[in-house]
């Protein structure tokens, strides 16, 4: 595709309840990177993967957020029992690949709200 | 701990040239990135140090310092379209982009 896209582009969503939230990233792009920001604040890393392996998942906030990558594309975040500390903007980036110098595309983010 | 720290809130004229800050602590470090980020959207990149300098892209510059642990992002010839926040972000020994809170510019006419 253009670019990276995400779905939903709003969740809202009740304490408790389970949420899933996909990222497609731009074709190609071996490396993806799931992030979390909260209302004025910065980026919050929470996985990054290199194809179908996430090398790293010491960003997860909790044992709640799981996040797999299928096919070396498609990618989904499963947030369970939701917190309303959950609640925030998540961003899908995607890159050529994991180096230092590739620029990360973003898409336009899901936004978690958790009554 | 990692941390960078960028002034919260930077204000200035239409036409003038402005320089956000940015001081970084981070285990390992590959390089210093820019992006922009406008209220509702998401961020979009603007520049890449990974050596000391400064690199040059149309009106924008971002400088590096590694003795320093210190960069900074210049805009030239402001215009209301630059108003938005702005991240550096380090990219540390495990490929993790660490991002400030943001700089948040806000241009007067």
Redesign the interface.
Known sequence: GAGVSQSPSNKVTEKGKDVELRCDPISGHTAL?W?RQSL??????LI?FQGNSA??KS?LPSDRFSAERTGGSVSTLTIQRTQQEDSAVY?C?SALS????N???????TRLTVL | GQSLEQPSEVTAVEGAIVQINCTYQTSGFYGLSWYQQHDGGAPTFLSYNALDGLEETGRFSSFLSRSDSYGYLLLQELQMKDSASYFCAVMDSNYQLIWGAGTKLIIKP
């Open positions: 990177y992030y004025g604040q910065g980026l919050e890393f990054y090398p790293d960003g961003l980036a994991g180096g230092p110098n620029e990360q595309f973003f898409g336009p983010g």
